[in-house]
């Protein structure tokens, strides 16, 4: 009898793209070791809440900003449908209802708010901001999936993921236009790597709250940052953190990301749905988009191709590319 790992290795076998890109399976071994991110091997249900508890209140915040800013006819004066607003307070309201859930199962064990900082300008920068940071909530809770150990908090997780899911899908097709999915399978991601996109909006949290189970990690440029398959992008990395730890509680507050020493081969790890495919950098630091990229795929600089990155290979935090889906997309693109 096949077991699902042997169907995913075999799926991946087909999906692979060709030289010189190197494709992986991310096995849940492979996304659990990961997402420790404090090279610690353990990471228990509690800090796991406090994680999800933590992006709720930053998407809460988003919201509450955003909507007391843009009234009725802010949105309809940028060209939204009437409706569309309306559904953004429902929106608001699932969030909040989130962060009132986590709070009541975390108990004394809660954190409290940060402070916070969302660049929208209007309607439609808020709507694309709103999109990245629902399909990073999908991703989160994705990632974190494997890791609880307590089923009804899994139930709650996994209730709560399908929400984000189809809230990314409602903003990405019926405001922006674009299409409703990414293909066949979504993209799990790790804490360190879903806190590196959340915390461009966090000024500080508070120095009482409980240590996250995050790493701070340089910050990935990409140029043109909207490029598209077989499309050349320059890489940058840049010597500042995402986050500093004196801003923001975390477990293991003397980690420092690995660093290369210039002559070990560098690659641009990009991430869609179960798959991670490698694409090497030329001597200029520039790489091409594989083809089969589809929809929101995220892309993190590594130093090794060998196996799914790994706290040791991890040389960056993520920057995400939105891909179009084209019409004619089958299960190959993702």
Known sequence: MFTPSFILIALCSQLASAAPYVSKTLHSSDTSSWTSLTNSTTVNDTQIAQFALSLEYLESAFYSQGLSQFNDSDFQNSGFDPSVRERFVQIAEHEATHVVLLKSVLGSDAPQPCNYTFPFTDPASFASISFALESAGESAYLGAVSLIQNKTILTTAGSILTV?????????????????????????????????????????????????????????????????????????????????????????????????????????????????????????????????????VYAALVSSNNTAPTPETTLSGLSVLNIPVPATANSTSN
């Open 164 to 296: 984000e899911a189809r809230q990314a899908s409602y903003v990405g097709s019926s405001v922006l236009n674009n299409t409703p999915f990414n293909g066949p399978f979504d993209t799990p991601l790790n804490a360190s790597a879903v806190w590196s996109l959340a915390s461009q909006f966090i000024v500080a949290c508070p120095s009482t709250n409980p240590p996250l189970i995050v790493t701070p990690l340089p910050v990935l440029t990409l140029s043109p940052a909207n490029a598209t398959v077989n499309q050349s992008v320059a890489v940058a990395l840049s010597n500042n953190q995402d986050f500093s730890p004196s801003n923001i509680p975390i477990v293991n507050s003397t980690f420092v990301a690995p660093t290369t020493n210039g002559s070990t081969p560098l690659f641009l790890a990009f991430y869609h749905g179960l798959q991670v495919t490698f694409a090497p950098l030329d001597g200029s630091n520039s790489t091409t988009v594989p083809d089969g990229l589809a929809g929101v």
